[in-house]
């Protein structure tokens, strides 16, 4: 296809970048213990005085695992990219790269609004390319290694499920919003209306 990539090798550049991404989360961690060390600290310290951190690392490492995993649903078989569709790719990826400076604010400066804008945005922007990319991928079944109608099948349920974890992310914000102490547990959303859509149709299916 004129203005197309080798899947392959966008696929693994995709997970490259991501490994990156995640790896990267740790980093502000690793930092604390010279400074524990500099200031005398208990060893047990690092880990009873930083929880926030802690636990904005946990949550933002179990994000970035899911929306790779559901990149990887997608994309495993797709043979060659679109000029379109490797943008709105790089598009994701930058979301999933910035997603460690709001995980580190999140640690920081705990609930405060202005870093959970922020860190819902930047998920926000990455589910919205990914959207796009299914939406493409849905109208351009020739993309993936073998046409028919079960890939026709598999890549719209792929788009309905993208449209529901927008639709579920803009929820969970609305509720971090309105109820700062849920800021984050409604995130769990996410993993809620898509697995209702998979059961729905496995019922269909029967």
Not at 119 to 143: E, H, Q
Request: net charge neutral; with cysteine; proline share 4%.
């Amino acid at each position: 296809m004129e203005g197309g990539v080798s899947g392959e090798r966008l696929v693994l550049f995709t997970d490259a970048v991501t490994a990156i991404s995640i790896t990267l989360l740790i980093l502000p961690l690793v930092d604390l213990v010279p400074e524990a060390a500099s200031a005398h600290e208990h060893a047990s310290e690092v880990i009873t005085g930083h929880l926030d951190q802690i636990w904005s690392f946990l949550l933002s490492f179990a994000v970035i695992a899911n929306i790779w995993r559901e990149h990887h649903r997608a994309f495993s078989s797709v043979t060659e990219f679109t000029r379109s569709l490797m943008v709105w790719n790089m598009g994701w990826l930058l979301s999933v790269v910035v997603l460690p400076l709001p995980t580190e604010m999140l640690g920081t400066f705990g609930r405060d609004r202005f870093v959970a804008a922020f860190y819902y945005s930047t998920l926000l922007a990455g589910m919205v390319c990914r959207f796009a990319m299914l939406r493409i991928l849905k109208a351009t079944p020739a993309l993936f290694e073998e046409d028919g109608p079960a890939v026709r099948r598999r890549a719209q349920d792929l788009y309905t499920e993208s449209w529901l974890n927008v639709l579920a992310l803009v929820l969970a914000f609305a509720i971090a919003l309105a109820v700062p102490v849920l800021q984050y547990y409604s995130l769990l959303l996410l993993a809620v209306l898509p697995k209702l859509a998979r059961l729905r149709r496995r019922r269909t299916a029967r």
